[in-house]
């Protein structure tokens, strides 16, 4: 499985952002997927993931202000990201899991600065 992110950039506090993450395969196949992201000096944390099931799940700190959705017939998952703050920089990573096996993609980085 590849994911391929894209719409990360910089952007003003209180700006919007959505990434869009593209599968090689069709998303119906994979049990979940979501996002992640890792600051400069910090571990990768979860923000986001969505299951085949049609569950979400969202960290404290993004609930409300971030939405992770799935466009099967594009094989894509996206995190529209809302009233951004500045502790919102990071790389952010889309994530796959399918059959035990874990995928990653190479990330995109926001940046939410004035």
């Known amino acids: 499985v590849q994911l391929v992110e894209s719409g990360g950039g910089l952007v003003q506090p209180g700006g919007s952002l959505r990434l869009s993450c593209a599968a090689s395969v069709s998303i119906f196949s994979i049990d979940a997927m979501g996002w992640y992201r890792q600051a400069p000096g910090n571990q990768r944390e979860l923000v986001a993931l969505s299951t085949s099931g049609g569950s979400s799940d969202y960290a404290d700190s993004v609930k409300g202000r971030f939405t992770i959705t799935r466009d099967n017939a594009k094989n894509t998952l996206y995190l529209q990201m809302n009233s951004l703050k500045p502790e919102d920089t990071a790389v952010y990573y889309c994530?796959?899991?399918?059959?035990?096996?874990?995928?990653w993609g190479q990330g995109t980085q926001v940046t939410v600065s004035s």
């Open positions: 994530y796959a899991r399918r059959l035990l096996n874990n995928y």
